[in-house]
Each structure stands twice: as structure tokens, then as C-alpha cells.
């Protein structure tokens, strides 16, 4: 059974979809039964154009990639989720909708690489795809579905330490 993961940001335009990103990419490398997904409390409609060039020239693919709102997630019909990330501080501190199956939730936050000065904009977003990448690699290495939920999310709150 495929494990959902949801990834938040506020606006949904550049950390969480890297997250989203870089977590499939990497599931699909290691064979691993997990979906990402990414969305936003106030999503701004748009991906940001460095995000995406980031995600490019590492050779992943981001043409299923979109700014959406948290709401898709509890509407009805929705995937499951098994854990919920959130990877901005302002999305920590906003209060979540009801997530149905309660999922663990977890806050790895990252500075927002959109507040660089421009001549740096894109290095940001490679070292946070990159961060981004190497904590995925962390999610992806847990035995999820052995795992209960108290076990989960101290697993996942070390690897947040790291």
C-alpha cells in the first residue's frame, strides 16, 4: 500500500515543492512505495522559477508540478496521509485542517531561498534542494510501514535534528 506523504509551505512555491519533488524522485530510484505531495495554506498559483531550476538541472522532472492548496487534501476522495511535513515556519504556526487518518506531523523548517540576494537566488535553491534531498533520503530510509505512529514521528523528529 502506497505511504502519502504531504509536504506544506505557505504559498506552495519553492520549499515544498522541492521536498515533493526531490521525496518522488527518490522513492522512484529506490524502488520505495511512497508518493509525495505538496501543498500550501495561501498557495500563490505559481511555482518559482528558481525551484524549478533547480529541480531541472538535477534531471528531475517537474511537468506534473503545480501551486495548490491544502484544502485538495481534505476533500473527499483525497489520498490518505500517512505523514504530514511541514517545511516553513510560518506553515508550523498556522493551524492545520483536520488531516483524516491522523498522520504524524512533523516540522523541518528551511530558510526561505526566495530571500537571497538575486545574484545568489539559484545557488539558495540548489543547497536547499540539495538539504531537502539528503532529509528525504532520511524518510525514505525508515522501515514506514513497520512503524507506529509514536516510533514514526520520533524518527522523523531526530532526523529533522540532523
Known amino acids: ?8 509551505c505557505t504559498h506552495n512555491s519553492a520549499r515544498s515543492v522541492l521536498a515533493e519533488c526531490m521525496l ?18 495561501t498557495p500563490s498559483g505559481r511555482v518559482n522559477p528558481h525551484a524549478l531550476e533547480a529541480l531541472q538541472l538535477a534531471g528531475i522532472d517537474t511537468s506534473a508540478v503545480r501551486s495548490k492548496s491544502w484544502d485538495e487534501y481534505t476533500a473527499a476522495g483525497a489520498p490518505a496521509m500517512r505523514i504530514v511535513i511541514t517545511v516553513c515556519d510560518n506553515a508550523a504556526a498556522e493551524p492545520c485542517p483536520f488531516w483524516p487518518g491522523s498522520p ?18 539559484l545557488q539558495a535553491f540548489e ?9 528525504m533520503l532520511q524518510l525514505l530510509s525508515l522501515p514506514i510501514d513497520a ?10 523528529v531526530d532526523a529533522g535534528r540532523n
Open 147 to 156: 512503524m507506529s505512529n509514536d516510533d514514526l514521528r520520533a524518527a522523523l
Open 24 to 41: 518522488n524522485h527518490w522513492a522512484r530510484q529506490l524502488d520505495r512505495d511512497v508518493r509525495g505531495h505538496s501543498a500550501g495554506s
Open 127 to 135: 543547497l536547499t534542494r540539495q538539504a531537502i534531498g539528503y532529509r
Open 104 to 121: 504524524v506531523q512533523v516540522h523541518w523548517g528551511y530558510p526561505d531561498p526566495s530571500l537571497a540576494p538575486e545574484a545568489d537566488r
Open 1 to 8: 500500500m502506497t505511504t502519502h506523504v504531504l509536504i506544506l
